[in-house]
């Protein structure tokens, strides 16, 4: 007699299927498992393990190229995300007159995974551009709708840092500031091992 074979992931059924696992799509299953759907997700590029395949926290003398540029890493070696201006096979268009360059990401991830270590909020200005600027629309919403979606964000994904009061760059909340603080002794206890590390191996310098 056969055993009767588990339904293939092929043939399950799930509440939703999201396309993409970057920034919308990540959040978009984050939120909807975390309510309970059974999600399944798409993604174009392949699985991303940052603690085997990155090369973004070695030293540059670790890299035969020095961190130079690759055919997949076009920004250099120390850059995670995998993907180009231009991917074979997948070509898009560019309005006359324009030299606009689409940045895709091909890996779990997307492109946050391609990002230069600085994560804005919009600030209150930038949902009223039409009404001081004259230009495109104003949003139907303002900073103050989505001000605690950033605050929750940041907590959930660990963003940090100082404040710097600039009129439109809105600052963190309170977490956000520990956080860096946090960070900060961090660093420097690392700093501190690593110059007595070197004294050790080199007690005459």
């Not at 959930?156 to 404040?163: D, P, R, T, V």
């Not at 110059?195 to 007690?203: A, E, L, Q, T």
């Amino acid at each position: 007699m056969t055993e009767p074979r588990a339904p293939s992931p092929q043939s399950r059924v799930y509440d939703v299927c999201i396309v993409g696992s970057g920034a919308g799509g990540g959040m978009a299953a984050y939120a909807l498992t975390k309510a309970g759907a059974d999600v399944v997700v798409l993604e174009a590029g392949e699985p991303w393990d940052n603690a085997k395949d990155s090369a973004m926290l070695t030293w540059p003398y670790e890299s035969p190229r020095r961190g130079k540029s690759t055919k997949e890493r076009p920004f250099g070696e120390f850059d995670a995300c995998i993907g180009g201006w231009e991917i074979p096979g997948e070509p898009y268009t560019r309005a006359p007159g324009t030299e606009f360059s689409w940045w895709r990401a091909r890996m779990v991830g997307g492109r946050t995974n391609h990002w230069g270590r600085i994560s804005l909020r919009f600030g209150p200005r930038d949902f009223r551009r039409k009404t001081l600027d004259g230009l495109g629309d104003d949003w139907p919403i303002s900073y103050e709708d989505v001000a605690p979606y950033y605050d929750k964000i940041d907590r959930l994904i660990g963003i940090f840092g100082s404040a710097e009061n600039l009129p439109n760059e809105p600052d963190l909340n309170r977490s956000g500031y520990d956080g860096y603080a946090q960070w900060c002794n961090q660093f420097h206890d690392k700093v501190k091992a690593l110059r007595d590390s070197y004294k050790m191996k080199n007690p005459r310098e």
